[in-house]
């Protein structure tokens, strides 16, 4: 396969992802969540807590930890709380499973061609 061609595929594989009804719905919630900027600050702001908390938690600081995660956690029953939310986390458990499976089904198909290729070579 050459590389136009797998660019090819590529965009043509983007293009009927795109056209499916929830992945359109996921990228409408997702831009509305990126212009709500209380939304979007309160998002980032769990995310960054969150990344601290590991770190807390890796250098062995459970004080840190429990205060850092408590905090995200707030955060984050926060933000369950608001119907955008919930619908965006939804629809992003259904697109995260699409991507998981078009993923999978990639793979078996490379390796069972690439199994073809060894079986042809032996």
Known sequence: ?????????LEQLRNKVSDIDYVQEFQRLEEL???????WTQEEKMKDLQKEGILFQKIDKHQAYEITMGEARAI??????NPLIRQYRSKLED???LLQYITGELEDRINSRLQLIDEEEN
């Not at 396969?1 to 595929?9: I, Q």
């Not at 969540?33 to 939304?39: C, L, N, P, Q, T």
């Open 95 to 97: 697109v995260s499973d």
């Open 76 to 81: 984050e029953e926060e933000l369950n709380a």
């Open 33 to 39: 969540i990126k212009s709500d900027k209380e939304i």
């Open 1 to 9: 396969m050459s590389k136009e061609d797998y660019e090819l595929a």
